[in-house]
């Protein structure tokens, strides 16, 4: 995931901690688990860092304690990113941590975790002038700082940017900034803070201009690995979560309780199905619903809110991921596996009241200057699908309206049931707009990703279709749009 020399050290060296861990004196005596390992890392303070000559971490933490019950004997190589990277992908036994699951690299390796959740920023340095509200926008910027190989560096490579400065390493990248020599640069907020404390400076000496994704952490393990090594880890991380190990640690290094739990439920702003209410409870007919399915089963994981485009990327990628609420297209429907439906979504082209704008037909659409739609929405995809090119796409839906009510776009796709209450929060209200023609309407169901287990699958489904048959789904569905 990282490339990184702290303190712009070049050598590679090997960290040994046997003795540091009760839980690793056991290297001196002969492994009782029938597998070795080379395990790899870099330098990445806060998540694995060397400090007084010792390693240390969140994830080398974690490991101590792993390699503790399954008696391994505990020694980890640290080195440059990109050479780590390429040791773990050449040698059968490696581990490599800490590493983002992303596109790029899911079939590359086998995967325990999540250990810990990175929200990607652009930063530019305090007082500047740059705002930015998509990924758009930032390929208008001068100059972007990124270190090569990095999970972000890869993603902004994948949508096409060209106007990125490769630098060594994130705390060379922030020195880089604070000179003006770049104008925005990608970082972890943790991370950011201790690269800019080793340059004797503080986060405030920067400023957020936009959240760009979220990736997840895991251990990432050679092909080679046995399956059922994996799964040894993967249990001994899901029951460290589960005794209070994995909160004390992050409290610990990143200052936090809050962690990735074993199972992921993502969800978006989009009321009335999904939203966080005035008191900043994340509320809805679609969070209702699922709530309700998860008291049927008796199970409880959070529901984390991010912008849609953050949790499809995350669905598409991660085992034990949930999303919610998603329309079912053809596009979508081999991608995910399904429980539903929960509703039928009807999607118009809305139009501004008096902006003389006429669509009557696809074609009508087709030939408007500017098209506006939400980055991942089922719309988005199909209109590119039909051959759109006047799609003027963003990440976030208040963003569009608004772009939409003061004449950036000519229309903007949305569906029915949720644009009164997008519009409300953008400022407006639906006397406003006209929706001038409906492109589809599509049933809408939670997904699961296609590495979830099915038989959790067929649990949500059968709790879903016993709320159907004992009225609850009837009572939640009058409650939210037929309300007297």
């Known amino acids: 995931m990282f490339r990184q020399n702290r ?15 009760p839980a690793c004196k056991k290297e001196s005596k002969p492994s009782s688990y029938p597998y070795t390992f080379s395990f790899l890392t870099e330098e990445y303070e806060p998540f694995n860092y060397t400090e007084n000559d010792v390693l240390t971490g969140l994830a080398p933490e974690l490991l101590k304690r792993i390699c503790g019950e399954l008696e391994i004997p505990f020694g980890v190589t640290v080195l440059p990113w990109d050479q780590a990277y390429t040791t773990a992908l050449n040698t059968g036994n490696a581990v490599l941590f800490s590493t983002v699951l992303n596109e790029e690299r899911k079939d590359l390796f086998k995967w325990a975790g999540p250990i810990a959740s990175l929200d990607w920023i652009f930063y530019s340095v305090a007082g500047s002038t740059i705002r930015i509200s998509s990924l758009e926008e930032a390929k208008g910027i ?3 700082g990124v270190v090569p190989d990095y999970a972000i560096t890869q993603y902004l490579e994948g949508q096409g940017f060209t106007n990125l400065v490769y630098c060594t390493n994130h705390i060379g990248a922030f020195d880089k900034l604070l000179k003006g020599e770049i104008d925005l640069f990608p970082s972890d907020r943790l991370t950011a803070e201790a690269a800019l404390g080793n340059l004797g400076k503080s986060i405030y000496s920067v400023a957020e201009r936009l959240t760009i994704r979220t990736d997840l952490v895991y251990f990432a393990f050679n092909r080679n690995v046995p399956d059922n090594v994996v799964a040894d880890f993967q249990r001994q991380i899901d029951l460290l979560k589960e005794n209070g ?3 004390s640690l992050c409290r610990t290094f990143l200052n936090t309780s809050d962690f990735p739990g074993s199972f992921q439920i993502y969800t978006e702003n989009y009321p009335p199905l999904t939203f966080r209410d005035a008191y900043g409870d994340i509320t809805g007919f679609g969070t209702e619903v699922v709530r309700e399915i998860m008291k049927k089963n008796g199970f409880y994981a959070d529901i984390t809110l991010t912008l849609w485009s953050i949790g499809y990327d995350l669905a598409l990628i991660n085992p034990n991921f949930c999303l919610f609420t998603m329309d079912r297209t053809e596009i979508r429907d081999t991608l995910f596996q399904w429980v539903g439906p929960l509703g039928t979504n009807t999607t118009y082209f809305y139009i501004q009241n008096g902006s003389g704008v006429v669509i009557n037909t696809l074609d009508d659409a087709k030939n408007l200057t ?41 229309a903007f796709v949305c569906t029915s049931i949720t644009f009164p209450d997008i519009l409300i929060e953008a400022g407006f209200g639906i006397s406003q707009v006209t929706p001038a023609f409906a492109l589809m309407s599509s049933d809408y169901y939670i997904a699961f990703s296609k590495n979830t287990s099915p038989s959790i699958v067929e649990d949500w489904q059968k709790a879903l279709d016993e709320l159907k048959n004992d009225g609850t789904y009837e009572e939640i569905y009058r409650r939210w749009f037929l309300l007297e």
């Open 7 to 21: 303190y712009l050290l070049v050598a590679t060296f090997i960290v040994w901690l046997m003795a540091l861990s």
């Open 245 to 247: 190990v994995m909160a």
């Open 142 to 144: 001068g100059k972007i």
């Open 370 to 410: 500017t098209v506006g739609t939400v980055s991942s929405w089922f719309s988005d995809q199909y209109l590119r699908s039909l051959g759109f090119s006047n799609l003027v796409s963003g990440s976030d839906p208040i963003e569009q309206t608004r772009k939409l009510m003061n004449g950036e776009i000519q």
